[in-house]
């Protein structure tokens, strides 16, 4: 089991504790989001890669996933040293914006590297 932990910032706010508490999902989106996060400490990324659940974010880190659900994303950090998952933004994904939304994550994940 690898747990998954949210990602907080210096001010203690989980991005993406609380984009999933932000009313933006239905309620059958944030539960299936959760479960799926449950399915990924349960199994793993090995597992679940290159499943219509999760896929590896291309670019410099190969520990980067993404954990899909119809439109909904969640981005994790897979910490090998901790052996944990940090989840660290979710949004939901329109054309031409992913990109935004990966780089803001990959800022997140700087600053939890750094606090490391």
Known sequence: MWPVKFFADDDGREPVSEWLNSGELSAKDKTSVENKLQKLSENG?????NTN???NISGDDPNMYEI???KCRVIVYFDEQKGE???LHGFIKRKQKENIHIEYARRLL???????
């Open 45 to 49: 990324h090995n597992i679940l890669i």
């Open 53 to 55: 659940m999760l896929d």
């Open 68 to 70: 899909r659900h119809n």
């Open 85 to 87: 998952y940090i989840a």
């Open 110 to 116: 700087n600053s939890y590297m750094a606090e490391k």
